[in-house]
């Protein structure tokens, strides 16, 4: 079993900034790919950004520029920088992980969810 724990969601006024991560433990034997996802109020949840075991990283349009993603691969641990937040950002943030277990099973993980508040 993997457990993805989130932490650094909160109230920021608009223009300001806010780093989220997210560590994974547990049976895990690998991580692929890690990601982080939002889910405003009312709307559909979207893939915010992603970053693959090598480094390679991807974004949706409306973060490039402002969002920054990482990992750390020794602490299974990925990280969402956001800088120059925008009240539409505002949304719940949840982290996702597609691990392999010792057990040689590979599924995705999920985090909790942390909120992210901003104030125009």
């Known amino acids: 079993q993997v457990q993805l724990v989130e932490s650094g969601g909160g109230l920021v006024q608009a223009g300001g900034s806010l780093r989220l991560s997210c560590a994974a433990s547990g049976s895990i034997f690998s991580i692929n790919i890690m990601a982080w996802y939002r889910q405003p109020p009312g709307k559909a949840r979207e893939l915010v950004a992603l970053i693959t075991s090598g480094g390679n990283t991807n974004y949706v349009d409306s973060v490039k520029g402002r969002f920054t993603i990482s990992r750390d691969n020794a602490k299974n641990t990925v990280y969402l920088q956001m800088n120059s937040l925008k009240p539409e950002d505002t949304a719940v943030y949840s982290c996702?992980?597609?691990?392999?277990?010792?057990?040689?099973?590979?599924?995705?993980?999920w985090g909790q969810g942390t909120q992210v508040t901003v104030s125009s």
């Open positions: 996702k992980a597609r691990a392999r277990t010792h057990a040689g099973l590979e599924f995705d993980y």
